[in-house]
């Protein structure tokens, strides 16, 4: 089993940053994929950024809608991945989801709200 716990989450003014941790807790396995996902109102839930680890290394994908603005970061010791949120518009608008993925387990933190409010 696997705990998420995310925070950051809140409102801003277009143009403004954010930054969102998610903690994780658990059976971490080395070799595991950790990304933030968004779900708007009337929206399917998309992929926003991921970081794929494997032992000591780190790859990072985005969607195209976030890059050069979002940067996914992560503290190994922490066990927690950050989404550093700048630029953002109102179109950035949702709740977002810290995702954990290993070993064809799956599993969701809470959700938060970010409101990049016009």
């Known amino acids: 089993q696997v705990q998420l716990v995310e925070s950051g989450g809140g409102s801003v003014q277009p143009g403004g940053s954010l930054r969102l941790s998610c903690a994780a807790s658990g059976s971490i396995f080395r070799f595991h994929v950790m990304g933030w996902y968004r779900q708007a109102p009337g929206k399917q839930r998309e992929l926003v950024a991921s970081?794929?680890?494997?032992?000591?290394?780190?790859?990072?994908r985005y969607a195209d809608s976030v890059k050069g603005r979002f940067t996914i970061s992560r503290d190994n010791a922490k066990n927690t991945v950050y989404l550093q949120m700048n630029s953002l518009k109102p179109e950035d608008t949702a709740v977002y989801y810290c995702?954990?993925?290993?070993?064809?387990?799956?599993?969701w933190g809470q959700g938060t709200q970010v409101t990049g409010a016009s």
């Open positions: 995702n954990y993925f290993s070993r064809g387990e799956n599993y």
């Open positions: 970081i794929t680890t494997v032992g000591s290394t780190a790859s990072t």
